[in-house]
């Protein structure tokens, strides 16, 4: 099977696509294992617009393309869970800490370009690995009541 992973165009800059870039560089919430949106192993992950440029070569809608509703996406992970489990969730995120860890992920991403490792799901270096620490999710602090007098 062949999904997409969005790329670094501004055409990919909506909540879909950012929204599976947050994922990718986000641990998962649901198991403790899973630092972030990986594909299956029966998954091939291509770039969008490796796909977009191949539509491009030629009118397939003459024959049929299953391009035509656009790239299917990685959505879910190799640990079984989804991108919401993989820091996404709008609602409980608000737009201005979506927004902020949108444009970490897509830094994230410029930095894997640079290295030619866009699509290597495992690749990490010391750059990399700082930024990703401001992707996980932030500990609630408890208020301790203090006694009442």
Same mark, same amino acid.
């Given at each position: 099977?062949?999904? /997409?992973?969005?790329?670094? /165009?501004?055409?990919?800059?909506?909540?879909l696509?950012?929204?599976? %870039?947050?994922? %990718?560089?986000?641990?998962?919430?649901?198991?403790d /294992?899973?630092?972030?949106?990986?594909?299956?192993?029966?998954?091939?992950?291509? $770039?969008?617009?490796?796909?977009?440029?191949?539509?491009? $070569?030629?009118?397939?809608?003459?024959?049929?393309?299953?391009?035509?509703?656009?790239?299917?996406?990685?959505?879910?992970?190799?640990?079984?869970?989804?991108v919401?489990?993989?820091?996404?969730q709008?609602?409980? $995120?608000?737009?201005?800490?979506?927004?902020?860890?949108?444009?970490?992920?897509?830094?994230?991403?410029?930095?894997l370009?640079?290295?030619? %490792?866009?699509?290597?799901?495992?690749?990490?270096?010391?750059?990399?690995?700082?930024?990703?620490?401001?992707?996980?999710?932030?500990?609630?602090?408890?208020?301790i009541?203090?006694?009442?007098?």
């Open positions: 099977m062949k999904l /997409s992973y969005p790329c670094l /165009s501004e055409a990919n800059h909506n909540d696509t950012l929204s599976l %870039r947050i994922a %990718r560089h986000s641990p998962c919430a649901a198991c /294992s899973c630092p972030g949106l990986r594909p299956p192993a029966s998954v091939e992950v291509v $770039l969008d617009d490796d796909v977009h440029q191949k539509s491009l $070569l030629g009118d397939l809608t003459q024959y049929g393309s299953d391009e035509e509703d656009g790239p299917a996406y990685l959505e879910i992970c190799i640990c079984g869970h989804d919401a489990d993989h820091g996404v709008l609602a409980a $995120l608000g737009r201005e800490e979506f927004s902020r860890r949108a444009r970490l992920a897509t830094r994230l991403d410029e930095l370009q640079e290295a030619d %490792r866009q699509l290597d799901f495992n690749y990490t270096d010391e750059d990399i690995d700082s930024l990703r620490q401001q992707m996980k999710m932030p500990v609630s602090m408890v208020s009541a203090s006694p009442s007098i």
